[in-house]
């Protein structure tokens, strides 16, 4: 195992900087923009203390990156997580911990499973997903949905970066999709945690790249 005294920072950063080192995949023929979490409990900092602060820009990249595949026809997709009363279908997340913030206590009804209002949602056009656990393709529709769509590249935002992100990146790899995650539009509670998981996304599963390239790369229906 290779040691260094750097932080997960300066590793992603010196990578990103660096010539590449695995070639980029690029958007494919149709993409689909995928929102993780960005529902209140992550993102409302002055009213739950799950909360966490992401990118000065990432609400508003998110809501351009949203106009834009929806400009295009394509599908934008809002995963949240939600549990019935007592986290009954929660599995082991409800033995992580119980008080009044504990994750399985999130209701479908809750304020903490609103999708955060500085993010524009379209009703008629937009997919709401629910999710139970980390991937937005657990237990879900998720791969019809896209195979009806024929969707070969996924956008995805959100967070946290370590979790729910990285869990969804890994299973669209694996399920045969493209990935590019724009770097302003993931966040987490850690910084540690949030680079050292945008360099394993960036080396491993997919395109990190900055939200301002793959907003001109969808405006000009180019890689």
Sequence with gaps: MLTTDKTSRQIYEAYRAAAPRVP??????????????LQRRYTDTAT??????GHPRQFEAVNALAAQMRARG??????YVAYLPGGADAGWWSKLSDNPMSLHRVGHDSPQAEIDP???????HDLML??????????????????YNRIDTLIVTGGATSGCVRGTVMDALSLGYRVTVPEECVADREEGAHYANLY?????????RPVDDVLAALAAGQE
């Design 24 to 37: 980029a995949r690029g958007l494919g023929a149709r993409a689909a923009l995928l929102n993780i979490d």
């Design 48 to 53: 739950f203390s799950s909360a966490y602060e």
């Design 74 to 79: 394509l599908p934008v997709i809002w995963a």
């Design 118 to 124: 500085r993010l524009q949602v379209d009703p008629g």
């Design 130 to 147: 629910h999710k139970r656990m980390s991937s937005a393709f657990f237990e879900t529709h998720l791969t019809s949905y896209l195979i």
């Design 200 to 208: 394993d996304i960036a080396v491993k599963y997919g395109d990190v």
